[in-house]
């Protein structure tokens, strides 16, 4: 499975953006798609994750109410969905896609199998 991230950019705070994650090759009916971020000098952390199994959502405490995930089947593609953003919201984001059956989403970076290469988002002041 390869993933090509795309949709990041420069935007202002107070902005929005979305960012696609499409996957290819042979994609699972059953996966978990999460998206990962990493901030100059700090270690890459959890932003959202969905499950295809359930559509079940998971965020991290610094994005609830501001990020949605959804996916499009059809298209093999997971969106994130962001929205009134802010500085700290800069960083590289990745998407991480695992085959998957259970019913919650995953939010370790360590239980997912494939990644895409990154874009970045960049929120100026």
């Known amino acids: 499975v390869q993933l090509q991230a795309s949709g990041g950019g420069l935007v202002q705070a107070g902005d929005s953006l979305r960012l696609s994650c499409a996957a290819s090759?042979?994609?699972?009916?059953?996966?978990?798609v999460g998206w990962f971020r990493q901030a100059p000098g700090k270690g890459r952390e959890f932003v959202a994750s969905?499950?295809?199994?359930?559509?079940?959502?998971a965020y991290a405490d610094s994005v609830k109410g501001r990020y949605s995930i959804f996916k499009d089947n059809a298209k093999a593609t997971v969106y994130l969905q962001m929205s009134s953003l802010k500085p700290e919201d800069t960083a590289v984001y990745y998407c991480?896609?695992?085959?998957?059956?259970?019913?919650?989403?995953?939010?370790?970076?360590?239980?997912?199998?494939?990644w895409g290469q990154g874009t970045q988002v960049t929120v100026s002041s």
């Open positions: 090759g042979r994609p699972a009916n059953n996966y978990c």
């Open positions: 991480a896609y695992r085959t998957d059956f259970a019913f919650a989403p995953r939010i370790l970076a360590s239980q997912y199998d494939y």
């Open positions: 969905i499950n295809s199994y359930t559509a079940s959502t």
